[in-house]
């Protein structure tokens, strides 16, 4: 644990895309656009392939960096 540094984390990128998908299935139930919803499917994607590598393999990232 390492006090005074934010470590990424798979489950940190996956809750902000998580947060975006949701801002953007807000905004397409607001606005009612196309392009909005294309986004919010591709997050969705984004999201689902997020969860499987936190999940399969959750220190991923600290192997990058």
């Not at 499987?52 to 960096?65: D, E, M, T, V």
């Amino acid at each position: 644990m390492a006090v005074g540094r934010i470590m990424l984390h798979t489950g940190t990128v996956l809750y902000v895309a998580a947060v975006l998908t949701a801002l953007a299935g807000i905004g397409f139930w607001q606005k009612k656009k196309k392009g909005i919803f294309q986004t919010h499917k591709f997050l969705a994607l984004v999201t689902t392939l997020l969860f499987l590598l936190h999940w399969l393999i959750p220190g991923a990232l600290r192997n990058l960096f």
